[in-house]
């Protein structure tokens, strides 16, 4: 009956003239349907990554500002390169301005310390201190690093590898700069066992392979 009320009248048999326009109907409703799940679930999971952040945080609140853990987690990881105030504030699409108070603090804290860069005398490189480097053994996002670790290895490795997706997604859709390792940078140069940066015309050690750089390029 319900077929016969959409193809046909109820004075005669089933027809299929009517069949293309129900069928749009029930195509548009279908793709509005998926198109309302997808936006719901991609909305979904940017909360959730947003949310694992805040809750490393949740243990370690009067210590220290996020702002300062990721400042002190920004120069654990960066290559020589990009150790400065504006890295940093290019890193977390911050202003200067705020990227220098979080690092003030910091210095007179004594987690951070300044000095000339060895390749430009007119810039300021910053290093941890000893007792930085302690500190971030009790880092708050060492909690979600635990948590992680109970995925399998090739979970682990799929979700790294959409999550880093998403960020160069992201980063392009603002075009801004992308920062990313060395060792996945397409101006680095092997020869031999011997490692170089491309763009920079320096030489790398193995260990600086591995550090953050903001000049990266995507493969």
Known sequence: GFLLGLFGSANGPPTL?????????????????????????????????VQLGRAAYTEAAGEFT???WAALR????????????SGFAEYHATTRGTASQTIRSLVERGFLIRHRS?????????????????????DP?????????????ARREQLSADLRRLQVWLVEER?????GICARCGYLVEEGGDFSCGLMREALTAAETTELCLRYKPV
């Open 141 to 153: 996002l060492n909690a979600v690093a635990r948590a992680a670790a109970r995925l399998s290895p």
């Open 118 to 138: 060895e390749r430009d005398g007119r810039s300021v490189v910053l290093d941890l201190s000893p007792s930085a480097q302690r500190l971030l053994r009790r």
């Open 66 to 68: 996020a702002a300062q």
């Open 74 to 85: 920004y120069f654990s990881r960066a290559n020589r390169f990009s150790r400065t105030v």
């Open 17 to 49: 003239a009517r069949a293309p326009f129900v069928v749009n109907i029930v195509l548009k409703r279908y793709y509005f349907s998926m198109a309302t799940s997808t936006d719901r679930q991609s909305a979904e999971l940017a909360e959730l990554v």
């Open 175 to 179: 075009a801004v700069g992308h920062a």
